[in-house]
Each structure stands twice: as structure tokens, then as C-alpha cells.
T-cell receptor
């Protein structure tokens, strides 16, 4: 069964600094996708970035990048130049791509607080 | 704005009652997913529909049911509600190779 682990319940970062949020995963499926979502205090789930298991390069989207280390089964999110608006809960998620079911399995999340 | 709409935004009801949550996916998306987010269980997958047909089931209680209509909107029906059903219910939709799921704003259900 697929599993996502986020070991940092809370993280603090100074404004304008970079921060890394950890995520490890476990799956027996050789084909899978990894996602990060942001959930501000308002509650909505915002898609940030995607990495496929066969992608050769690490994904980047603006200030977000995904540090994908396949052998270590880790998919850490790096946020550069943190802003106050980045304060939110961040979820790592995975979806196995074999078969027709495409549901996401989520980690427990990391609460990021950006300090002025 | 993800393009996924959910109604109502908030719902307060009593134990034993039945409610219906509604979701409209993004234009062109054939897949609809329902998730439940609670403090003790985190984010849990409930059920997936693809073009009107049930595709996958997760930790969905027998008291809960869902369907996807020909216009692709979906409804999640929760019956015989219990206090523990209080949660944020998300609908998400997706398409394409990566099938990235875009979430609606959620329906916050409070059972008193």
C-alpha cells in the first residue's frame, strides 16, 4: 500500500529565506506521481507542483521546486525567498499510476510559519 | 480559483439527519474525487467517479453514497449523520496524463 510521511509537524522560516519541507513515500508501483498542495487558513487546497516518477529533472514552478531523490524515496519541497503569504499547511501527496484508480494519498502535513 | 465549485460552503445539521453536498468539476474534467478532512483522520479519499461511473472507493462509510450525473456534476450524500462526521469535505477534479487534481473550496459540515 502507498504511504506518505511528513515528519515535520511545524516549521518556522524567516521572510526572504529558503525552506525545505520533507516528504518520504513508499510504494511498490514503479509508476507514480508526487504532488504538493498548500492549504492556507482559509481552508482551500491549492496545487503547487507535480513530479512524475520517470521525470529526469526536478520539477520547478516559480519559487517552488521539488527535490526528487528516487532511490531515497523522498520528494522534498523547497520554497525560495519565503513570503509572509507562504504561511500555511503544506501537504505532500502521491498517486500510483498503474491501474485506473487515481486517488491521492496524503501525508499528515507541515505547518509553515514565515516570520517577518 | 481552481474552477471547481462546491455548494454549500457551510452546513450545520443534527445527528441522524441526511445532507447532500454538490460539486461541479472544471470544464472538460471527467474525473471527480471526494475527500474528507478531519482533525483525527487527516485527508482521506472517499470515492472517485469517471464520466459517470464509479472508479474507486476508499474509506467511505456505508452511510455515505455518491453519484456523478451526465453533466458531470457530482453529489455526495451523507445519511444518519453522527458527530464524528463533522469535517471538511472536498471535491476535486482532474484530467490528462498527470491527472493533477484541482480542489474545490470545500464544504464544512458540522453535526450537532
Amino acid at each position: 500500500a502507498q504511504k506518505i510521511t511528513q515528519t515535520q509537524p511545524g516549521m518556522f522560516v524567516q521572510e526572504k529565506e529558503a525552506v525545505t519541507l520533507d516528504c518520504t513515500y513508499d510504494t511498490s508501483d514503479p509508476s507514480y506521481g508526487l504532488f504538493w498542495y498548500k492549504q492556507p487558513s482559509s481552508g482551500e487546497m491549492i496545487f503547487l507542483i507535480y513530479q512524475g516518477s520517470y521525470d529526469q529533472q526536478n520539477a520547478t514552478e516559480g519559487r517552488y521546486s521539488l527535490n526528487f531523490q528516487k532511490a531515497r524515496k523522498s520528494a522534498n519541497l523547497v520554497i525560495s525567498a519565503s513570503q509572509l503569504g507562504d504561511s500555511a499547511m503544506y501537504f505532500c501527496a502521491m498517486r500510483e499510476l498503474s491501474g485506473s484508480a487515481r486517488q491521492l494519498t496524503f501525508g499528515s502535513g507541515t505547518q509553515l510559519t514565515v516570520l517577518p | 480559483d481552481s474552477g471547481v465549485t462546491q455548494t454549500p460552503k457551510h452546513l450545520i445539521t443534527a445527528t441522524g439527519q441526511r445532507v447532500t453536498l454538490r460539486c461541479s468539476p472544471r470544464s472538460g474534467d471527467l474525473s471527480v474525487y471526494w475527500y474528507q478532512q478531519s482533525l483525527d483522520q487527516g485527508l482521506q479519499f472517499l470515492i472517485q467517479y469517471y464520466n459517470g461511473e464509479e472508479r474507486a472507493k476508499g474509506n467511505i462509510l456505508e452511510r455515505f453514497s455518491a453519484q456523478q450525473f451526465p453533466d458531470l456534476h457530482s453529489e455526495l450524500n451523507l445519511s444518519s449523520l453522527e458527530l464524528g462526521d463533522s469535517a471538511l469535505y472536498f471535491c476535486a477534479s482532474g484530467r490528462g496524463t498527470t491527472d493533477t487534481q484541482y480542489f474545490g473550496p470545500g464544504t464544512r459540515l458540522t453535526v450537532l
